[in-house]
């Protein structure tokens, strides 16, 4: 009799594990290797390692599938092969649902550590630490999670939530376990040993000496998955030995807090409030939420931390400043959060934020002359899970903003008016309300190089203070005038008819916004 | 963190067969409605191309901006998904979406709309569609978000709106050349 499946498995580098299926609680003991897929039922307790891209191929038959699932002598089935093994859904829930065992080991050197007379195994410590460094820990945290049925629960040194992995439910009643043994955590990272509860176990981390943070996981764990998760946890305290890494990971894992609140919903307000008081974050307070976008000359492209330079400017000014700013760098963007908890009108809001916005942008543009700062700023919302639709409104003000307000560098979603409502109607009604005034003045320009429609555009603009708007398109008032009139004769609309006017002004609205 | 997956869908090679709608809608048991739908339309050679669209899981989502209730959100590999479990099928995204991407399924009366298959994603397959696209005009590929920002409809005539930045890549259609045997003498 060889060693049970589940005891040789720590001795694979976590990073090249990967469960397709779960593992069971107890020991499974095998007799033989087999390289092929049975043909006939087994005779002995066999596992089975498929080295052959041909044969896993087979595990996606409905057939062989029936079959396996139906073995009692089939242990579980070892895929050898480096690169990704796509199974189809129906069977992976089959096999899952019959639970046999199927694992991925991406490294077929490590494969022998299943024959009978295996070559003896050291150490390798230093190769795992490679591994995990290359694969993220979140990523090795995660696949260990579905092996083990266990959610992994990452804990800061103050046990605010930094991390989790694992399915749905699970998270759920762990979080639900967290928030009502939150006390008794302290005591738990002080002794490993008899401070196992009843729904969950805290792993401690102590990295260096100094800082002490967790990972919490099922206490229903047996012996050899406890192995595993301590393997895990044993590799993570090493790579975070060196301050650089330990910032760097705590760096990822804000990355992920700042994906999610950017552009996930969060379900419960509270666990969002508590993750983001691991950063020292009071989102508790709404927040405005202004988007930074820098047009970068190539001579600054060159440097490639100018990014995180120029968030490293705000965060020095906003120490004079007396307004509490969170400043992230988010895709090439820089994301402000602005504390505004005060009870005030909507109008006084709006130009406190275009305030800080202008201070900022001013103290940009002195800084980098070179560079052009704009600044789109959403709408304000009360509960901070909706700063995933402020943020998409910021992107909205930004895009329409410019090119709507050529000479502007700071745009409120307020600003865009009409342009907002554009957004809620069909693409065609708008085409087609756009043509029936557009039309002449679009074929005109196609077909004799007029530019009507830019003119009408930059009249708008300058609320047709013809002076300014002769300025701004560089030619005589008298031609300007000459225009007007033309585009007047054109489409049989008085500009000077308000009401005439405003359906003008709205086609050309619309024309502009579609050809975004 | 920064890949995108997107849809990439090859012009030359739609054929119309309308497998990939079909699959969808036998995959996820969807009747009185289609995720996905291969519209046909004129460029200026005038040669009918088509072009198999569903949700484009745009960089810059009107969906989510519109929602009152906030139902939509977009997953760390750039899909955009839709819980319709606080959905009172207001209409807003299906009318503000530029591509019809969310439309309300008569079973449920809440609004629905492609998921790109995330449970098949998430176990490694493919979505349904892609999978059963039978001349491989439909693919899936990840993307640098970087370089998907960067990346336009400049290139392809399709009349498509790009202020919302839909996660699509469309191969243009080619135009066949065709050969003439000289006369024998």
Known sequence: MKDALQELLPLIPLDRLKFLTSLPKQLLYYETIQEELPKDWLEKPTLIIIVDEEEWIKLNDKEVANQLIQDPNLIAVIIGLETEVPLQEDNVHLYRSCQLPIVQVADPSSLHIFEQKSKPVYSQISNELAGIMNEGFTAIATELAKGLETPFLYLDENNHLLWQTGTETELREANRWLNTHFRELEGMKESYEGQIHDGFELYPIHIAGVVSQGILASAKLVDWQKRMVDKLIGLMALLLQTEGMFRQQQQQLQEHFVYDLLYHKFESQKVMIKQAKAWDWNLEIPHHLLLVHVKVTDELMDNMDWLDEMVLFIEEKKSHMEERLIVLPFEDQIVVLLEDGQSCTISERNRHVRTVAEQIEKELSNQWPNCQFLIGIGKWYKNTTFLNKSYQEANQALKFGQAWFENRNIFHINDLGALRLLIHIHQEILLDYSEDYLSVLLESDRESGTELIHTLKVYIQHQGVINDVADALFIHPNTLRNRIKKIEEMTGINVQDPEEFMNLMVAVKILSFLNL | ?185
Do not use: W
Not at chain 2, 14 to 22: A, S
């Open chain 2, 1 to 185: 963190m920064s890949s995108q997956l997107m849809f990439s869908i090859n012009l030359s090679k739609c054929i119309n067969c309308k497998t990939c709608e079909m699959s969808c809608n036998d995959y996820h048991g969807l009747s009185g409605i289609h995720r996905r739908n291969v519209v046909t339309y004129e460029n200026d050679s005038l040669i009918p191309v088509h072009l198999s669209i569903s949700c484009n899981h745009c960089l810059n989502p009107v969906c989510v901006s519109i929602c009152p209730e906030n139902n939509f959100l977009k997953r760390s590999d750039g899909v955009v998904i839709h819980n319709p479990s606080n959905c009172r099928a207001c209409r807003r995204c299906v009318t503000a979406c530029p591509f019809h991407a969310p439309k309300i399924n008569p079973k449920t009366n809440r609004v629905d709309k492609c998921n790109l298959c995330i449970e098949r994603l998430d176990e490694g397959l493919k979505p349904v569609c892609v999978e059963n696209c039978v001349t491989n005009a439909l693919g899936i590929i990840e993307v640098n978000r970087k370089e998907r920002k960067s990346y336009d409809f400049g290139e392809v005539d399709v009349p498509i709106a790009s202020y919302t930045n839909p996660s699509i890549f469309v191969i243009d259609k080619q135009i066949g050349l065709t050969f003439f045997r000289e006369e024998e003498a």
